[in-house]
């Protein structure tokens, strides 16, 4: 860790952090759009995703979520927990494309789940919700047979308009912004560092160099060692 880095994170009080599969890779989680990745191994994954899927053939939508989205024995890696502490001690806010529970499970305190949770489900007939154990059994819902859903945002849909003004503030607030584990390319998540405030610096921690078109520190390095060296 170099010491000019590590004095960043020190000074800093308004950390945000943005953060993609990349952060829960370490921890078993497959990413996206890697070679080993979910949409890799799967040639209609969008259209599996995507919110038509769920209305036409919501059998298919299940089947395939159920077999490739969920990984409840995933645990928190380091670069969760020391997120998540940062988050504790009030300096940082986390917002995540990530819907796979992880952060709350770190205890992260100020998190934008900005594509929502895999185990927050509802009932898309009375809107109840339902514990995702009983989603993981069966798609129905035992009240009145309605099809239950995790509550992400998939193609064809909308963002959480409370989420994107939840994120489109703290960027504006920040003094640091860290990209972690991203690829940053995918919209309208990427477009967050448009609202970021201009006299805070970026720096990048990822496997893959990101051009984002402003000055940036650009660390290309494994995140766990990164964060394992960090002190916070």
């Known amino acids: 860790m170099e010491a000019r880095l590590q004095k960043l994170f020190d000074d800093a009080t308004h950390i945000v ?32 995703l995507s919110h038509e899927c769920l209305a036409k053939e919501p059998e298919t939508f299940y089947d395939y979520v159920k077999q490739n989205l969920y990984y409840p024995k995933a645990q928190p890696n380091v670069i969760h927990q020391k997120q998540a502490a940062l988050t504790q001690q009030n300096r940082a806010t986390v917002i995540t494309q990530n819907i796979d529970n992880l952060y709350r499970e ?25 514990d995702w154990h009983d989603y993981l059994k069966d798609p129905h819902h035992d009240v009145d047979g309605g099809w239950l859903r995790p509550n992400v945002v998939l193609y064809d849909e909308g963002l959480n308009t409370l989420n994107v003004q939840r994120a489109v503030a703290a960027m504006g607030a920040a003094d640091l912004v860290v990209i972690v584990g991203t690829s940053m390319r995918v919209y309208p998540f990427a477009g967050l560092l ?17 051009e984002l078109g402003m000055p940036i520190d650009m660390v290309q390095a494994d995140a766990t060692q990164f964060f394992t060296e960090l002190q916070v």
Do not use: M, W
């Open 17 to 48: 952090f943005l953060t993609g599969a990349g952060v829960s890779t370490p921890s078993g989680i497959p990413d996206y759009r890697s070679k080993n990745g979910l949409y890799t191994g799967h040639r209609n994954a969008e259209y599996y």
């Open 106 to 130: 770190a205890g992260c305190q100020h998190l934008v789940e900005f594509h929502g949770n895999l185990y927050n489900v509802y009932c898309q007939v009375c809107g109840a919700k339902v």
């Open 194 to 210: 448009d609202y970021r405030n201009a006299q805070a610096p970026v720096v990048v921690i990822n496997q893959e160099k990101l």
